[in-house]
């Protein structure tokens, strides 16, 4: 059989900073980030099947990519653990207006496709035996966009 891939993809509006950066990104600013599934598979056959002709349909995508990316990141500001901010500055949930991720990793664009990926890859996968979860990409602004895992 045939494989094909389909795309699909959330926007939000998210607070980070990279704390150690060298110029402007070290202080606290947000985006309208483009997160982006890629995924592969086998058209359904199963006649009468809903998703009959179809690798995966958009709109379950859709509602995975809500549930496990936009709801948890969307208007959230998103710091690292070890973030000065929240030690020094006694940054709480309360000063985010209660939404206020605290992560182990960094908040670059290309953690957050990794974060991502790992977040959708079993929801995804779990639809249809076929399907593989190919790859998240992540645009932080219209020219600067990260991918993971890295397809050479």
Known sequence: MSRFSVERYVETDTGHRVPNHKSKCRVLHGHRYR???????????????????MVIDFSDIARILNEEVH?????????????????????????????????????????????AYDRLK?????????????SVSVRETPKSIASYPSIL
């Not at 997160?35 to 002709?53: H, N, R």
């Not at 500055?89 to 990794?114: H, M, Q, W, Y």
């Open 35 to 53: 997160f982006t599934a890629k995924v592969s598979g086998e058209l359904v056959d199963t006649p009468g099947d809903s998703s009959q002709g």
């Open 71 to 115: 709801d948890v990141v969307d208007h959230c500001t998103v710091l690292w653990k070890e973030d000065s901010l929240i030690t020094e500055c006694n940054l709480s949930k309360e000063d985010c207006g209660g939404r206020l991720l605290i992560v182990d990793f960094i908040p670059t664009a290309e953690n957050f496709a990794k974060w």
């Open 122 to 134: 079993a929801p995804i996968e779990s639809v249809h035996p076929t399907l593989c979860l190919e």
